[in-house]
């Protein structure tokens, strides 16, 4: 168990919906990260957060978005899906090391999306 | 820009042989951070190693061991005596900085009972 909670584990949704991955990170970690994995685009960075504000900005679409609240956890809100949104996403967390770099990350067992 | 160079797609071993995967990057980062993730079929990642760039020293857990080579940007992962349980996808990564972690392709491993 790497301390990184993600809900729902499955999801399946028709195209044009819009869902909301959430993620808790492990206790003390500042930093979460959203990647998506598809078959043909391997691992995917999207977005970071750290303490509550973006640091990072990856692949991320503009239907999709994020946030980080003050306790920590993490939203990634989906929009107007595709059927080429289905995948699997992951939350990871890190804590900051000595000078601010982050350090490992540890994921959370991922969100399976299928879009119908 | 960072990149990680898996160039295995695929392998297959038969049980107890050792098995050497291959991980080569890119960064202009000085200072950098680079691990090894594993990925069984049920689709977790599982950190395994984390090595910072000041270090070369080879390290060994049980089975596995690891290579880092600064001088050909290389971090391989081997496995001895491989087990079918070391089936899964096996993802070299990269950071630096403030910076997302990038990952490689994945290698594919089977190992064959």
């Known amino acids: 168990d790497s301390g990184v909670t993600q809900t729902p584990k499955h999801l399946i949704t028709a195209t044009g919906q819009r869902v909301t991955l959430r993620c808790s990170p492990r206790s003390g970690d500042l930093s979460v990260y959203w990647y998506q994995q598809s078959l043909d685009q391997g691992l995917q960075f999207l977005i970071q957060y750290y303490n509550g504000e973006e640091r990072a900005k990856g692949n991320i679409l503009e239907r999709f978005s994020a946030q980080q609240f003050p306790d920590l956890h993490s939203e990634l809100n989906l929009s107007s899906l595709e059927l080429g949104d289905s995948a699997l996403y992951f939350c990871?967390?890190?804590?900051?090391?000595?000078?601010?770099?982050?350090?490992?990350?540890?994921f959370g067992q991922g969100t399976r999306l299928t879009v119908v | 820009a960072q990149k990680v160079t898996q160039a295995q797609t695929e392998i297959s071993v038969v049980e107890k042989e050792d098995v050497t995967l291959d991980c080569v990057y890119e960064?202009?980062?000085?200072?950098?951070?680079l691990f090894w993730y594993k990925q069984p079929p049920s689709g977790e990642l599982v950190f395994l190693i984390r090595?910072?760039?000041?270090?070369?020293q080879n390290e060994i857990s049980g089975r596995y061991s690891w290579n880092f080579q600064k001088s050909t940007s290389s971090f391989n992962f081997t496995i001895t005596a491989s087990q079918v349980v070391d089936s899964a996808v096996y993802f070299c990564a990269l950071t630096g900085g403030y910076q997302k972690v990038t990952f490689g392709t994945g290698t594919k491993l089977q190992v064959i009972p």
């Open positions: 990871a967390s890190s804590a900051p090391h000595r000078g601010g770099r982050d350090t490992e990350a540890f």
């Open positions: 090595r910072n760039s000041f270090d070369e």
């Open positions: 960064t202009r980062d000085t200072t950098y951070y």
